[in-house]
């Protein structure tokens, strides 16, 4: 629980030692969470939870939560227990407009239709390994197709890897962009209102 604290709340709200520890695990599997919504919607073709679906009422909302959010937190530990779950509830949605607004985003690039997949990455198969069969054929000479399949499926190999690599830090690179926005926002409405007028907030 300390530690779902320190990730929904923040080093500047949080009493425990989330900031003190590595993440770089917990944001590979955020992005693979994300992929995971990702991949459900566009290989099931139906909607899952409303992931994805984002509208101004939504954006509105993430503004207002973003900019109340040392409001919200800053005398979290001072809180009842139920006024705590509602804290912690509260950040469970801003998370999950998050993760639909990168949703929205990502899966958008899929734009080749699930039933289409196999005869789309056959094609770009052959397509990929004739290119570079013909680009050895004058150097390589009986070798060119033997040189050319091996530098194609390198390439393809590569592709596939940076597109995986890509799909999992992009959903991770955002989320991290907003707590870093999130925490140089609260930090100023600490020092400049909260640590004037509502002395010891913790």
């Known amino acids: 629980m300390d530690y779902l604290e320190g990730l929904l709340l923040g080093r500047l709200w949080s009493d425990t030692d989330y900031e003190n520890r590595k993440h770089f695990g917990l944001f590979i599997l955020y992005g693979l969470f994300v992929d995971a919504i990702i991949l459900y919607i566009y290989i099931l073709e139906r909607g899952l939870l409303g992931f994805g679906t984002i509208g101004p009422i939504h954006i509105a909302v993430f503004v207002l939560l973003f900019l109340a959010n040392p409001l919200i937190c800053f005398r979290y530990y001072r809180m009842p227990w139920w006024g705590k779950i509602m804290i912690i509830l509260v950040k469970i949605f801003k998370s999950y407009l998050i993760i639909s607004y990168t949703v929205s985003l990502l899966l958008p690039r899929l734009s080749v239709r699930v039933d289409d997949l196999q005869d789309y990455l056959i094609s770009y198969l052959n397509l ?8 050895f054929a004058a150097t390589a000479g009986s070798f060119s197709t033997v040189v050319g399949v091996l530098a194609g499926g390198v390439h393809v190999v590569g592709t596939v890897l940076l597109f995986a690599l890509a799909f999992i830090l992009i959903p991770s690179l955002i989320f991290l962009a907003v707590k870093l926005v999130q925490l140089a926002w609260d ?3 600490n ?3 909260i640590k004037r007028f509502f002395p010891q907030r913790k």
């Open 128 to 135: 990929t390994l004739e290119k570079y069969t013909e680009k």
């Open 187 to 189: 930090w100023v409405v």
């Open 191 to 193: 020092m400049l209102i």
